[in-house]
């Protein structure tokens, strides 16, 4: 069996991995970067020097935690897009160092795609074909997996992402950032159906997702509001935002499972961790006998073992990367 050293820098988490090549996980370091809630979002010159920072020693600490050498290393994984460009590049660059000094292969992958692979470690059996829904901060995507190297974008968002529209609801409501774990549990307590809300691009056959229209409703409504009626109904507001969110995510995805059909559905990214989504999208693909899966908690969020994951197998077909292969941060439309 071998060892994957894998590296996750994309936005504001800097992660360092080791994987065997069956997806287990020996050590996932992630360290946060609680120095951009200041902020209210992410500051990418700021992210970019705290994953310099960190990057080095948490290589260290990773070695001694998975009880490893560097020379028992046998393939380097990174993501290289898409993502914040300064940020890509210091993981990019550390990954690419550490490949040629070790003279061992370079596999780099798209983080949207680890995102899914995340769901590789925690149900090793699972296999294609499966629809995947991609939801994170930057992206929403249903992507039709084949193989594991055989896939295609069939839905994307056409224009704002559904965490992104999680972020701006709780940031309007004052609540903070990142707005998606805030509005789940304040939401679980509250009337779903207190605001009526937008249900866009409702057609059957139209699997796109938008959610700038969403975003202009919510702020529409949330400006029209006094501050005590928003603070009164605050769980009741928060869940109404939520139900608006998720209900495209779950029925799209679901009627595209069924044409297709496929028995599975994967969810993946950080969107992926809301309450609602998980067990609602479960509920409902029941109905028709689909399978749904979705990794724990922390693999959702952005860390370096599903880096890892989404490298085995091309690490097992020998899809190597040329060391002047470089980072970029084009929206997640191609994925690698
Ligand atoms: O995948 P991710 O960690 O970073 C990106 O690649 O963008 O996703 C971050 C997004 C944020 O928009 C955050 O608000 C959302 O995931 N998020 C959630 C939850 N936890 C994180 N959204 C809804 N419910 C949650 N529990
Ligand atoms: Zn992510």
Redesign the pocket.
Known sequence: MSLILSFES??D?TSVAILNTDYEVLVNLISSQPEHLAFGGVLPELASRLHMKNIMHMTQIALQKADTSLSDIDAIAVSINP?LIGSLIVGLAFAKALAWSLQKPLITVN??LS?IFANYIDHPDLKPPFLALV?????TELVDFQTDTKFEIVGKTLDD????T??KA?KLLGLG?????I???LGSGGDAKFVDLPNPLPQKDNYNFSYSGLKTAIRTYIMAQSPEHLQEHQADIAASI?AA?IRPLISKTIRKARQLHYQQILIA???A???A?RVEMQRQAEQYDIKVYFPSLKL???NAAMVAAAAIPKFKAGLFADLAVNANSIKGTKLL
Do not use: K, R, W
Request: net charge negative.
């Open positions: 994309s936005c988490d993502g983080h949207l995102h939801v994170s901060g930057g992206h992402a559904a965490g992104e999680f972020d709780a950032f990142p707005g998606g774990p509005i789940d549990s939520q969110i990214g950080g969107v961790a809301n309450s989504l959702c969020m952005d």
